[in-house]
């Protein structure tokens, strides 16, 4: 018999499949895109518990369509969302970061997946706003160590970033994201009619992350977004529509290309503007929104990059307008705390564990990785950026 040595070493791949669907009017007339995701294991109904971000089913009939139609079709098994004080189809949570900022909503999804018996094969479709997603996917995530989920983003922001991507998180010790995993969706469908009801700013938070990715990408797609921000922010859905796809794509194809999905390196390009970004929202108690703070945090690093790795001064200026004709805010007072500020690059450090690694712009589509931050530089770059929010353009 051979012997087994002391020490070895495997790799091993994993095949992962991601599956993206993008609708028109999922509910009404491409139902069947839901449907054709829901597989029947051994010709037995698969479980499905509907989770819905509780703002959205007040402003959307459409949510209400939604679970009726899976509440009555023969090939699902829709189990009971509700509690004894408030039956329904579907379980309803607050959107936002208040779902995040406690164990609360996880723990009574966590219930509920146990009561409603629901294992590996069955699925928890979630309907709503990056945060809902966020919440309800981590449930998802560690319960029998993985349900399918498959995400309904409802918001610009959660279709063209957050909902594709392959994360989930609560947040807890007063930190962003500190609890989560890395699980990727069973699928994603980003359906045009279901963003109808988002309001106005949320609408316009998405495309600072669409504004991000084309920097770090493509810019073609950055001109296109800053030839069309006016357009798109007063919500023609072609447009909008269209640059949420674009967004998402670069998203998806990062992440699925890119060589680390689960971010064991250091370098987190997808998260460039995100240091600044990630405090600044948690300095002002969550009332600035995630996409808020992002076009913030990349406004201040693209006047950083300028100022120490040659990105273009053209180029800033084209970003800061671009942004501002999204109707994206370019300034925030909690940048005038710059000394807990910059704590939060420690913070963005000890997520990620090794060397500080922050990605900046040498030029539109070439970032590069830095591993210190000039703080005098970081100084001058915000009060660079205070200057210019006070100007019209
Ligand atoms: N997991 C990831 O990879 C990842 C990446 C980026 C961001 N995020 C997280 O996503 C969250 C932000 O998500 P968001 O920007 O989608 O906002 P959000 O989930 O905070 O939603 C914003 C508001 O819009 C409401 N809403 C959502 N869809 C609606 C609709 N169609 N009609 C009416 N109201 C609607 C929500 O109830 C909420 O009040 C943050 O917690 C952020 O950390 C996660
Ligand atoms: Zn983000």
Redesign the pocket.
Known sequence: MSSVPNSFDIDFNVPFRHRVRFTQDLVEAEFETLLDLLESAAGVQPRVLLVV????AI??ARIGELARKLEEHPDVLLMDGGSSERPGPAVALP???KV?NSTEYVEQLLALIHERQLDRRSYIVVV?????L?AASYAAAIAHRGIRVIRI???T??QG??GV?V???INYFKK??WVGSFAVPWAVINDAA??E???DR?FR??FSEAVKVSLLKSDDDFSFLCQNAKAISSRDMDLAFGAVKKSCFWHLKHITQGGDPFEALEARPLDFGHWSAHKMEQMSGYRL???EAVGIGVALDCIYSSHVHGLPQSDVSRVLQCLEEFGLPLWDTTLNDFEVLVAGLEEFRQHLGGRLTVTMLRDVGDPIDVHEVDYEQMRASIVELKKVSQRCW
């Open positions: 971000d509780e703002q959205l402003e959307s959107g936002g970061e995040k709503g706003g990056g945060a809902v966020d983003p409802t918001t922001l959660a970033d957050s991507g994360k989930n998180a962003k994201n279901l963003l009801s988002l309001p949320d938070c998405g929104r995630h996409g």
